[in-house]
């Protein structure tokens, strides 16, 4: 069992993050994005959608997308607190929230940070305003992450979850847009401060 990724990218992070906290240790095979070689055939034949990370399990069945990866790990190795929930109720929560980080927050930082910078206009049509717009769809929904945290102690909850995985992503990825987690947003800065601490984003 290998996945393939390019380690600093969000979602390889997530992955990575995720894993730890499971305290897997899975062998990883690094993809030179920059370079293209996620273009290439042998690797599509991998990546249903060209992108890393990929897990590949030991009789070649793959699995692209970083929440997809989650779920087959959280799926083959149940643990009594579940990154996703364990309740009806808590998977919902957990899968609501998680996906408003996503869509609002993780995405949109990506989509400014490739169209501001560029960095796959061999391959992409960048549109520089457009990346600007995302950056300020992103300061806007930082403000209503920091009123949630106001209310419980993580992004879904009272526990620690694959939501607060996207968040933190998002939180230390934004960097790249000049934009950082401080003291004017006090809930977001706190939580931000606490999951810092935690032993499996600082691997």
């Known amino acids: 069992m290998k996945i393939y990724e390019l380690a600093p990218s969000p979602s390889a992070r997530r992955v990575s993050i995720f894993l ?6 899975i062998e990883r095979v690094s993809v030179d994005i920059r370079g293209g070689e996620n273009l290439s055939a042998s690797f599509q034949e991998k990546s249903a959608n060209g992108l890393i990370p990929v897990l590949e399990l030991e009789d070649g069945t793959t699995i692209c997308e ?7 790990f959280d799926e ?3 643990s009594e607190h579940s990154l996703f929930g364990r309740t009806a109720l808590e998977k919902a929560h957990i899968e609501m929230w998680q996906r408003i980080v996503e869509f609002k927050g993780l995405f949109v930082a990506m989509q400014s940070f490739r169209n501001l910078t ?6 992409e049509t960048c549109v520089e305003s457009w990346g600007q717009v995302s950056k300020e769809r992103l300061l806007a929904f930082l403000p209503e992450l920091d009123q949630r945290l106001s209310q419980s102690a993580y992004i879904a909850g009272d526990q620690f979850s694959v939501a607060d995985i996207t968040a933190f992503v998002m939180c230390n990825f934004m ?12 809930s977001l800065h706190a939580w931000f401060t606490k999951v ?8």
């Not at 560029?118 to 391959?123: A, E, F, P, T």
């Not at 790249?176 to 004017?184: A, E, F, K």
């Open 20 to 25: 730890a906290e499971m305290n897997l240790d």
């Open 66 to 72: 970083s929440l997809a990866i989650c779920r087959y």
């Open 76 to 78: 083959m190795y149940p």
């Open 118 to 123: 560029g960095i796959y206009q061999d391959r």
């Open 175 to 186: 960097k790249n847009l000049d934009i950082t987690v401080n003291p004017s947003l006090p």
């Open 196 to 203: 810092s601490q935690r032993p499996s984003v600082n691997q």
